[in-house]
Structure formats: structure tokens, C-alpha cells
């Protein structure tokens, strides 16, 4: 069973930088074909896709947010990361993350074979 868990600060400051954490297990990220993305959903609103690692390690990010954002990995630990920089109170949100076998750019949670309970997140102004 794959499981995903989100980890990191539930309070930021505007103007630094959020830094989540998802942990997986029960799958590799460098599995064939797996793609793992970041969503968030701001309070009263829609989810929103911010971007994905493939499991060759290339990214592709938000058009929207691309000039602040940045995911990683580290497959010792099978963790990935997202950074999101220059934060506001805009930013605030559920930060989801989710496992597809295949690119998804869409942020619709059916889209997702995998997709773990989220993190509360509050950027203060």
C-alpha cells in the first residue's frame, strides 16, 4: 500500500521561503513511469496543481508559480520537496501531495493514484 505524508512548518513569515516535505512509502519515487506532485487548496478555494518531480528527476512547475517555486528529492530517504519562495498571506493553504503513473498537471484528486491527508499551512503577514 502506498502511503504519502506531508511534513513542515505550519506557520511562515511573508517574504521567506516554505519548505514541505513528503514522505513515501510503499513505492519509490524512481519507479517507471511515476510522477510526484505538489497541490494546494487556499482556504475557500479550488485546488490549485503547483508542480511535479518525474521519476527521472525532471520537473515541471506551475506556469503561474514557476518563478518561486522548486521541487527536489532525495530517493536515499524517498522523500520529495517543495520550496515556495517570497511567500504572502496568498499562499496560505492545504499543501497536498500526490503519486501518478504518468504526468499529471492537474490538480483534480481522481488524477491521482496516490495523494496523502495534507498540511495546514499559514503564511503571516
Known amino acids: 500500500q502506498v502511503q504519502l505524508q506531508e511534513s513542515g512548518p505550519g506557520l511562515v513569515k511573508s517574504s521567506q521561503t516554505l519548505s514541505l516535505t513528503c514522505t513515501v512509502s510503499?513505492?519509490?519515487?524512481?519507479?517507471?513511469?511515476?510522477?510526484w506532485s505538489w497541490i494546494r487548496q487556499p482556504p475557500g478555494k479550488g485546488l490549485e496543481w503547483i508542480g511535479h518531480?518525474?521519476?527521472?528527476?525532471?520537473?515541471y512547475y506551475s506556469p503561474a508559480l514557476q518563478s518561486r517555486v522548486s521541487i527536489s528529492r532525495d530517493t536515499s530517504k524517498n522523500q520529495f520537496f517543495l520550496q515556495l519562495s517570497s511567500v504572502t498571506p496568498e499562499d496560505t493553504g492545504v499543501y497536498y501531495c500526490?503519486?501518478?503513473?504518468?504526468?499529471?498537471?492537474?490538480?483534480?484528486?481522481?488524477?491521482?493514484?496516490?495523494w496523502g491527508p495534507g498540511t495546514q499551512v499559514t503564511v503571516s503577514s
Open positions: 510503499g513505492d519509490r519515487l524512481t519507479t517507471t513511469m511515476k510522477y
Open positions: 518531480i518525474a521519476y527521472f528527476g525532471n520537473t
Open positions: 500526490g503519486g501518478s503513473d504518468g504526468p499529471v498537471v492537474v490538480p483534480e484528486r481522481d488524477e491521482y493514484d496516490n
